[in-house]
């Protein structure tokens, strides 16, 4: 696997942080809770709102990752992520291009870029993506217009396909979980499903013990 310099683990369990399909928390909240749940990632996703709440939001978050030493990605937006100081971004096919906020953001950024086929996969590689984030493995509702379901079949493909870990996302529960991991995904990004749970501290907890069941029966 290639190497990643002074980049920060890319790590098996991704939150995504929200305020669209619940508003019990903040995306700092949800961070905090999330992070002792088990997360080793989070991913500040926020698609709406001026950019003063969504940066006030960020900041917020970047400050629970940081005391727990936990890396924040930004989703889609290069200017929060170097704003807020944040570990890196996660960026869409429709986002600003990789080489690009690699420049922006320097070598040691952790980039990742959601890349639903094997050529959009390999396009990443050769642009430097730290991993990829492949989906829609299962049916979602979180997105307007998502892409056609890949399934397990999928996260095979690409994961046979590229050198970089693969992170499965949509539609994955804690039951499904270690059936994306033995497809051959490194790890997977989960939402709604802590997110908008009663309780997203336990709800994290669950991935997390699904992932490391994963490890010991490997």
Sequence with gaps: MRATSGRPAIGQLHVLTDFTFQQHHSHAEL???AILGGAEVIQ???KTGSIRDVLASAHATAAVCHQHGVPLLIDDRVDIAL????AGVHLGQTDMPLVEARRI???D?????TAPSI????DALRDGADYIGFGPV???RSK???SAVKGLEGVLEIANAVDIPVIGIAGITATRCADVLRAGAHGVAIMTAITCAADPQHATAQFARAIEGVGRLA
């Excluded at 704003?83 to 944040?86: L, P, Y």
């Excluded at 950024?109 to 870029?113: K, M, N, V």
């Excluded at 050529?119 to 390999?122: D, E, I, N």
């Design 105 to 107: 953001l320097g070598p």
């Design 44 to 46: 500040f996703r926020q």
């Design 31 to 33: 961070a905090r809770l």
């Design 109 to 113: 950024a952790l980039i990742g870029i």
């Design 119 to 122: 050529p959009l996969a390999k």
């Design 144 to 146: 307007a217009n998502p």
């Design 83 to 86: 704003a807020v100081g944040a």
């Design 138 to 140: 299962y049916p979602t």
